[in-house]
């Protein structure tokens, strides 16, 4: 099966423009929000219930913004549209789901002063008259999985979602969802990357023999944009990736697989980007892009791409994983990828490797990072 396009960039820019201009209006209208929401789709159960989910998301996040400076509740609103384009007939308490998915990390935290607690706990409480007892047991058990405990790593919590996903799957869908809306919103802020990158890497491996710098464009205006982070972003995805297949959770019904396969296009598409702005700004030499694929091309033929490898196999991409971006101290692992941001050659065959990943993902059914387990990563079955 081909990765499904569920949408593309331009098609997420679209959507997010749309919705940010409804929700501009003095009173927004939950209806019209919903049927951007839905696309094509229906609700299987009651549209009241999502329209007053959506003005519990109006209330919560007000005109709270994302870091990259986007409104935070296009994020809720964008995941349950992913989720009603890979399901066609989503239930309402998989919209409130994928609505609601950051309740316990981004909205009723312990900074909620008690006042503000109350008035969610009410809120949610007219939300839930809209169930059954026992769908509301179901909603808070969703939103416990899909909460990311203080005290668990990623690959932890990753594991526990895992295990709870068996035995409900809308939970996996929801955060496919989640991270396919994630790896979007990197964008927010675009610059003149080509989307084209596989023609790109034709033309430098079989084309070009000088720099043609008056084609380049132009460097984006304000703050360097940081690929580092945006690796890091992509590894999370290899993380999530691997351990879906290793759990079978992308074979077990289609809207998981249409989901799996979008967010392994996507990142492909973001891994291009990424080293497309590197080679337009960055290295911009022929000769040495043309060094550097290839080198990436020897590691993969020596199996370097299939696995986690030890730093002590001595090539710069052993141990990438485990050095530049596994690390449960943030300290450290910000001091990582800002000495990745420097050296920009490791960040160009860190970006080859990733979209060889990808890649594998993308052409085999079967293919998982090996080493990448619930207990975390490993090398000590990899190539001596």
């Not at 052993?318 to 990582?336: C, I, K, V």
């Amino acid at each position: 099966m081909q990765p499904q396009t569920l949408l593309n960039l331009q098609e997420h820019l679209t959507l997010s423009a749309r919705m940010n201009y409804l929700l501009a209006a003095r009173e927004p209208q939950h209806g019209e929000i919903l049927s951007h929401v839905l696309g094509n789709a229906e609700v299987f159960g009651s549209n009241a219930a999502v329209e007053a989910g959506i003005g519990f998301l109006g209330f919560a996040y007000q005109n709270r913004n994302r870091k990259l400076g986007p409104l935070a509740m296009l994020h809720p609103l964008r995941t349950a549209h992913l989720l009603s384009l890979a399901t066609e007939q989503p239930s309402d308490l998989d919209l409130l789901t994928a609505f609601l998915h950051d309740y316990y990390e981004d909205i009723y935290t312990s900074e909620c002063k008690d006042d503000m607690q109350r008035e969610l706990e009410a809120r949610m409480h007219t939300i839930g008259q809209h169930f059954s007892p026992e769908q509301r047991d179901q909603l808070e058990y969703r939103l416990q999985t899909l909460t990311k405990q203080n005290s668990e790593q990623y690959h932890e919590y990753l594991g526990r979602l895992m295990d709870e996903s068996r035995y409900c799957t809308e939970i996996i869908w929801v955060k496919l969802a989640d991270r396919l809306d994630n790896t979007f919103d990197m964008r927010v802020v675009e610059d003149n990357s080509t989307e084209d990158f596989f023609r790109e890497l034709f033309d430098i491996l079989f084309l070009r023999h000088e720099v043609k710098s008056h084609l380049r464009p132009k460097r984006p205006k304000g703050a360097p944009i940081d690929e580092a982070h945006r690796l890091f972003q992509m590894f999370k995805n290899v993380v999530f990736l691997s351990l879906v297949r290793r759990s079978e959770l992308d074979q077990v019904n289609l809207p998981a697989q249409r989901l799996f396969h979008a967010l392994t296009d996507a990142s492909i598409h973001e891994t291009g980007r990424i080293l497309m702005h590197i080679f337009s700004h960055d290295i911009v030499d022929v000769k040495k892009q043309r060094q550097l694929i290839f080198e990436v091309i020897d590691y993969s033929q020596d199996g370097g791409l299939n696995r986690i490898t030890p730093a002590r196999r001595g090539h710069r991409l052993d141990g990438l994983f485990q050095e530049r971006f596994d690390h449960a101290d943030r300290g450290r692992r910000e001091a990582a990828l800002r000495e990745l941001q420097q050296d920009k050659e490791l960040m160009t065959v860190s970006a080859l490797a990733f979209l060889g990943v990808f890649e594998s993902f993308f052409s085999s059914s079967s293919f998982r990072l090996g080493g990448v387990r619930e207990t975390g990563l490993t090398d000590e079955d990899t190539l001596a």
